[in-house]
């Protein structure tokens, strides 16, 4: 009798994440352990309620705390240097949702010099380096496509629990090791599920593949036009996901203009592949970027308006992208980008870069001044 296949323990951690993100989503706690034993709840602060805080603090028996990132706690005044990284702030007073909302939503000042704000900011608000579970919880939210700042309240240690402890209490349990390797296993959980011959205005011999990762996470597209050869530099662009631009047809940016001419000129040179990756916004995800188009709207550009939110200015990753190429049997690319850290993120997950191929579109009166941010502040080439 055959023995029983062994579990994919990555599978089922990337569940326990995705499990937690749909609680976080949800405005329910979730509890994140370390391997030392220690455990923090945490919620999300774009989905707290009064109820929710109050839950909190009676399960972990302790005053919550927030831990935001480094550009959210700059874009507030609670600190003077912004940056990538993760701060934690304990205050002096009990804190209330109006006055966490007043901290860390995206277009406020700082509650103490917020005279619109419902209720009193804490007098005295410490700021520190966050530990292992606040970062963990701020990347939480990340993977929520929450805004990312969390409340989170350590378990007194005479109520350190156990599985069955959170199974009581209907709480995710996740570790925080687990969160931090999420993305990357989810991208090397990609496997082929889908494929079909998709004739398109652009190029009529295209084909679509749809790639998902084991725990049944968001589909990555590779659109594949004619036959291109493995063994050979393959011409790739990637796309991120832009719902505004490659479906609405928005001048805000540039995104449908390079997905469609990117088609063509792939059809018209013979073969090559387009990933379109699920990263919308930078990888901030639609929501956010709405929001970020409001920050736009009141000055910020496009780099500064992810910062204010709390995102650094570009979260998109590029492990999927490579994954899906060596899946399709291809290392090597020439790749269609004016963005030459795309290049650099795709050789460091493995996929060698011989050529870059220029890919520039004309700006609108409605995108000049992305296209110049893009130039100016991340370098890319036009």
């Known amino acids: 009798m055959p023995l029983p296949t062994p579990p994919d323990t990555n599978a089922h951690a990337l569940r326990l994440v995705d499990r937690a993100r749909v609680a976080l989503r949800c405005g329910e706690p979730v509890a994140i352990a370390d391997d030392t034993g220690r455990l923090v709840l945490t919620l999300a602060v ?23 990132t480094r550009w959210r706690a700059a874009a507030v005044g609670l600190i003077a240097q912004a940056g990538p990284g993760v701060v934690s702030l304990t205050p002096a007073a009990e804190l209330t949702v109006g006055t966490i909302h007043a901290l860390v939503e995206p277009g406020r000042r700082p509650p103490a010099a917020d005279k619109a ?20 919880a701020v990347r939480l939210t990340k993977l929520a496509a929450l805004l990312p700042t969390a409340v989170l309240a350590v378990v007194e240690p005479g ?22 390797e999420y993305q990357r296993q989810a991208a090397q959980a990609l496997r082929p599920v889908a494929e079909a011959r998709v004739p ?11 790639f998902r990762p084991s725990n049944g996470g968001h589909e990555h597209l590779a659109i594949v036009i004619g036959e291109p050869r493995t063994g050979e530099p393959v011409l790739v662009r990637l796309h991120s996901e832009c719902f505004t631009g490659d479906l609405l047809g928005s001048l805000r940016c540039d995104c449908g203009d390079q997905l469609r001419r990117a088609i063509a000129d792939i059809s018209a040179l013979g073969s090559g592949i387009v990933l379109y990756l699920a990263q919308e916004g930078r990888g901030i995800g639609l929501v956010n970027k709405l929001r970020a188009y409001q920050l736009q709207d ?10 204010r939110l709390g995102f650094d200015a570009d979260e998109r990753l590029y492990l999927p992208a490579a994954e899906m190429l060596r899946r ?33 579109i004309p700006s609108n009166d409605h995108n000049e001044a992305y296209l110049k941010t893009k130039a100016s502040r991340s370098g890319h080439l036009f």
């Open 117 to 136: 704000a419902a209720e009193p900011s804490p007098t005295v608000m410490t700021v520190g380096e966050a530990d292992a579970h606040a970062i963990a």
């Open 46 to 68: 774009e989905t707290l309620t009064p109820e929710a805080l109050a839950r909190l603090r009676l399960l972990a028996g302790t005053a919550p705390m927030l831990a935001l």
């Open 159 to 180: 109520r350190r629990p156990d599985p069955a402890w959170c199974q009581r209490h209907d709480l995710r349990l996740v570790t925080d090791a687990d969160i931090a």
């Open 200 to 210: 398109l205005a652009e190029a009529p011999d295209a084909r679509i593949i749809a």
């Open 298 to 307: 009141q000055g910020y550009d496009t780099l500064d308006a992810n910062e």
């Open 328 to 360: 399709l049997g291809f290392d090597r690319v020439r790749l269609m980008t004016n963005n030459p850290d795309k290049m650099a993120q795709l050789a460091r997950c493995g996929i060698q870069v011989v050529e870059r191929v220029p890919h520039i």
